[in-house]
């Protein structure tokens, strides 16, 4: 990207047609030298002589050209972006305890809510996302990272019986908001998918809607599963894999409750796509603001230029009082 600063000047270039034919007019008007007889000049036989006087005034407009162009002071722009963002620390809480095996979400609800939480992962940009499981008790199982390849790693490793069965909701929150306690972040954000109601742990989960409001950090809730019953596989000794009808108990009222208390949503999804569109949508609440402000660094280009005019103009000069130094 080039421009001149002082652009005025270029209308200097404007005189060089002029300049070259008042030369050329002067040049006309007659001889230095005058002669009583030409015939003598006549005879005289010699070698074409070289256009010495046409190169010195092309020259020297040429140094009147570049000295213009000099004095507009071109300069060379380098056009860049500064990025601002104000991101988003974000823990997935998610639930490992064996009823996750249930296939009423497909191709069970743990599998299915890792590759949802995946693709939730790789739509992020800025944010730092960290992965608590949890059943009888809360792990964390990647701490907060920008490093979403580490995270999806992490994420991919989740099984069911990794942790003491059973569904502690508010061990699961209470490390969630563990990790979030000291962020600086100007949203601190949890999102927590359970199939159950809290029966293990010592921690309420109430208490831990009401820490992570004092903490300023909101938790979207997340019941998984289907309404009525659903098939959940078990290992029988003598028949191998079979499925059994269980019931789906959601405690929607406190997952509600949940989410209202620390001023974010509770979702329930009954299948895949559902379980999508909720991911989505948290996606779509919860933006990182980025600003773009774009700039443009100029570098002065005029000592070139300045530099060849004067180098030229010198040339000129040595030459004509030099080896075409000419006698009037």
């Known amino acids: 990207m080039i421009r001149f600063a002082q652009p005025y000047y270029l209308l200097l270039l404007l005189a060089l047609p002029a300049l070259y034919y008042w030369h050329r007019q002067r040049r006309k008007r007659g001889a230095a030298i005058t002669f009583s007889n030409l015939g003598v000049i006549g005879q005289i036989r010699g070698k074409k002589s070289f256009p010495v006087r046409k190169v010195f005034l092309t020259g ?3 140094v009147i050209a570049l000295l213009a162009i000099a004095f507009a002071r071109p300069q060379s722009g380098h056009t860049g972006e500064e990025v601002i963002t104000e991101g988003i620390d974000i823990i997935m809480a998610l639930d490992v305890s064996t ?4 296939e009423d979400i497909k191709p069970n609800r743990i599998e299915a809510a890792k590759q ?3 693709e939730f992962v790789k739509g992020r940009k800025h944010d730092r996302i960290g992965l608590v499981v949890f059943a009888a008790d809360g792990y964390t199982q990647c701490p907060l990272t920008i490093d979403y390849s580490v995270v999806l790693t992490f994420l991919d490793q989740v099984r069911t019986g990794m942790i003491d069965d059973g ?3 508010g061990m699961g929150l209470a490390t969630a908001i563990n990790r979030l306690r000291t962020s600086e972040a100007k949203s601190k954000v949890v999102i927590l998918l359970t199939d159950g109601r809290n029966n293990r742990g010592e921690i309420d989960p109430l208490t831990a809607a ?9 938790i979207y809730t997340v019941g998984a599963g289907t309404r009525g019953t659903a098939m959940y596989p078990i290992q029988d000794p003598m028949f191998g894999k079979r499925y059994v009808p269980m019931q789906v108990d959601i405690d929607e009222a406190t997952l509600e409750k949940i989410a209202r208390i620390s001023g974010a949503a509770y979702f329930r999804a009954t299948n895949t796509e559902q379980l999508e569109d909720v991911y989505k949508e948290i996606d779509r609440m919860e933006k990182t603001r980025i600003e773009v402000k774009e700039y443009t660094r100029y570098s002065e280009l005029f000592y070139w230029f300045a530099a060849a005019a004067l180098v030229l103009l ?5 030459l004509e009082n030099t080896r075409f130094m000419k006698i009037p």
Do not use: F, H, Y
């Open 60 to 62: 020297r407009l040429l």
């Open 99 to 102: 009823s996750m095996l249930a």
């Open 314 to 318: 010198m040339a000129v000069i040595v």
């Open 167 to 169: 569904t502690g909701i």
């Open 116 to 118: 949802v939480a995946a």
């Open 210 to 218: 009401e820490a992570a409001k004092a903490l300023d950090i909101k």
